[in-house]
């Protein structure tokens, strides 16, 4: 599975963006997926997951209530929809493809090339 994220940029706080990424391969309908995101000198984090289906969802505690994942496997493609940014959501954010639902970066075979998400103050 090769996975293409994009939809990153620069956005002021309070403001959207819309992630994206694209995965190739017959199998994408049977992976859980995940957003993760680095920020400079930091660990790479969770943020949210999906299942293959896309009847369970799981965030962070940090997005809880402002971010949305969701996916589309007739197009092969997860989002995550960021809402009410704050200046501590920069980082890259990185999309996963794993066999479970997880929250840690070890569940995941597959990774994005990541894309960068920078919130002004």
């Known amino acids: 599975v090769q996975l293409q994220g994009r939809g990153g940029g620069l956005v002021q706080a309070g403001g959207s963006l819309r992630l994206s990424c694209a995965a190739s391969g017959r199998t994408f309908s049977s992976y859980a997926m995940g957003w993760f995101r680095q920020a400079p000198g930091k660990e790479r984090e969770f943020v949210a997951t999906?299942?293959?289906?896309?009847?369970?969802?799981y965030y962070a505690d940090s997005v809880k209530g402002r971010f949305t994942i969701s996916r589309d496997n007739a197009k092969n493609t997860i989002y995550l929809q960021m809402n009410a940014l704050k200046p501590e959501d920069t980082a890259v954010y990185f999309c996963a493809a794993g066999g479970l639902l997880v929250v840690t970066t070890t569940g995941y075979d597959y990774w994005g090339q990541g894309t960068q998400v920078t919130v002004s103050s």
């Open positions: 999906i299942s293959w289906s896309g009847g369970r969802t």
